[in-house]
């Protein structure tokens, strides 16, 4: 919930992000003014049920957010971290990923 300090490595990728601490926004704005493209925020507050997932709220900031950002299962971030964290320069890409959003969608309103 505070500035990212690998800003560096941030810029132009899509920041994967744990939820919790803070507001949905506030994690998107500060990867967003790191550099990142988009955001994935994964929901460790899991029940296990397929409702796991709900709209992220706005914490009155949404509409200065200009990138794309989502939430996922702790099933499907753990399947995103896993393929991360054994990825190797002998065989990039490791990760391709594709988020779809009408551009005039604003999730935060």
Do not use: W
């Amino acid at each position: 919930c505070t500035m990212i300090r690998n800003a560096e490595e941030m810029n132009t990728r899509i920041a994967f992000i744990v939820r919790g601490g803070c507001s949905f926004v506030a994690k998107v704005r500060n990867v967003e003014r790191a550099g990142a493209r988009a955001a994935i925020i994964v929901n460790q507050q899991s029940q296990g049920q397929p409702s796991d997932l709900f709209t992220m709220a706005d914490d009155g900031h949404g509409s200065a957010v200009q990138i794309r950002s989502v939430m996922i299962t702790p099933g499907d971030g753990e399947v995103i971290r896993s393929v991360v964290t054994n990825c190797t320069e002998e065989k990039p890409p490791c990760v391709t990923v594709a988020i779809g959003m009408p551009l005039e969608y604003n999730y935060f309103q």
